[in-house]
Each structure stands twice: as C-alpha cells, then as structure tokens.
C-alpha cells in the first residue's frame, strides 16, 4: 500500500526568504511523485513531477524537488518566496495497483507569505 | 488545449432536486476521474473512466450516478443530495488510461456545490 506524508500542515515565511515544504511518501513499487498547488476556490495545478528520470526536478515558478530515495523523500523547495505562492500545495504518489494508476493525496501544506 | 472544463463553476441545490455536472478535455487523454473535496482537506477519488468504461467505484453513494458519453466528456449526475454533500467537485483527466503508467492529472477549476 502506498501514502503520503507531508510533515507540516502550515508553513509561514517571509517574502524573499527560502521555502521548504517537506514530503515522504511509502511505495511497494517504483512511484511518480507530483506537486500540486491549489490557489483558494482553484483546481490543481501541477507544479512538478518525478517519473524515474533526474533526482532533481525542476517545476513551474521557480519550485524544484529533489527525490531522495534512501530517505523516501520528495521535498519541495523555492530560493525566495513571492506573495503570489501563497495557496495549499499537495504532495501526491502514483503507482499502479492491480493493474489500475493509483493516487494518493498527501493532507496538504498551507503556505503562507508574509511581506 | 490543454485544459479541463469544469461547468457550472457555482450550482446551489435543494434535497430533491436533479442537477448534473458537467466536464470536458480535448486533450486526448482516456482517463478521466472524479473527485470530491471538502474544506481544507485533499481530494478523495470517486470515480475513474478508463476508455469510456467505469473502472474504479470508490463506494461512492448511488445518488452520485457518472456518465462517460464519449471519450471526451464526463458527466456526473445528481439526485437527492445531502447538505453534507456540500464540497469542490473536481474533474481530472490523464494520457495514460492506467494499465500503461502513472501519468499525471490535469484538474479542471471544479464545480462548488452547495447543497440546502
């Protein structure tokens, strides 16, 4: 069975500092691993995915994860946080599961953007 | 296009009524799903069309009924609801109609539905 764990609910920083939304995730087999961002009243929007290729995947609006297998780790990051990243971001594993494409959702991080 | 189109974006509801909901992808992608979320939580999965055909049922209440008419649209129907039915209704879409990998969703903006 696979899950998704993101470690912190809400996550507050400062305009122009570093963003860090941290992400585990378990896997019986090979996962793709996604970020999604969802801005209030949106649907998701997909920010980045890693699908066994580079370790480092580089997303939309500045954002990279880096897969970190040993660690079962998929964090998200951004050098220097905008006002406009402020929203809910979701960590999501897919893999196939009898025969189907399995998703499951992590809880979600809100990312709050102080100025 | 690379878009999913979700409509009506807002639809209020009384208990008896019959509504439906409506989604629609010119990507060419022959999965598509439907999902549900309520207030500050995740989306939970309801439904998912591969090829046209329902093949996954998330023991999701009969007065939810989906519809897949043809590889582009995807209905769902409603029928005497529940205020606790009140959430974002969320249509995704992916290329890889499962069997074949694990390839992104494309999410419409959702339908909010509010329930009275």
């Known amino acids: 069975a696979q899950s998704v764990t993101q470690l912190d609910s809400h996550v507050s920083v400062s305009e122009g500092t570093p963003v860090l939304l941290r992400c585990n995730y378990s896997s019986s087999y090979s996962p793709s691993l996604f970020w999604y961002v969802q801005h209030p009243n949106k649907g998701l929007q997909l920010l980045l995915k890693?699908?066994?290729?580079?370790?480092l995947v580089k997303g939309i609006n500045g954002f990279e994860a880096e897969f970190k297998k040993s660690e079962t780790s998929f964090h998200l990051t951004k050098p220097s946080a905008h006002m406009s990243d402020a929203a809910e971001y979701f960590c999501?594993?897919?893999?196939?599961?009898?025969?189907?494409?399995?998703?499951?959702f992590g809880i979600g991080t809100k990312l709050q953007v102080i100025p | 296009d690379t878009e999913v189109t979700q409509t009506p974006k807002h639809l209020v509801m009384g208990m008896t009524n019959k509504k439906s909901l409506k989604c629609e992808q010119h990507m060419g992608h022959r999965a598509m799903y439907w999902y549900k979320q309520k207030a500050k939580k995740p989306p939970e999965l309801m439904f998912v069309?591969?090829?046209?055909?329902?093949?996954i049922n998330e023991s999701v209440p009969s007065r939810f009924s989906p519809e897949c008419p043809n590889s582009s649209l995807l209905n769902l129907h409603l029928h005497a609801l529940q205020p606790e039915d009140s959430a974002l209704y969320l249509c995704?879409?992916?290329?890889?109609?499962?069997?074949?990998?694990?390839?992104?969703?494309?999410f419409g903006e959702g339908s909010r539905l509010t329930v009275l």
């Open positions: 069309y591969s090829y046209e055909k329902l093949s």
């Open positions: 995704a879409s992916s290329r890889l109609a499962a069997l074949r990998g694990t390839g992104e969703l494309f």
């Open positions: 890693y699908t066994s290729a580079a370790t």
């Open positions: 999501v594993v897919s893999d196939l599961s009898g025969g189907y494409q399995k998703v499951t």
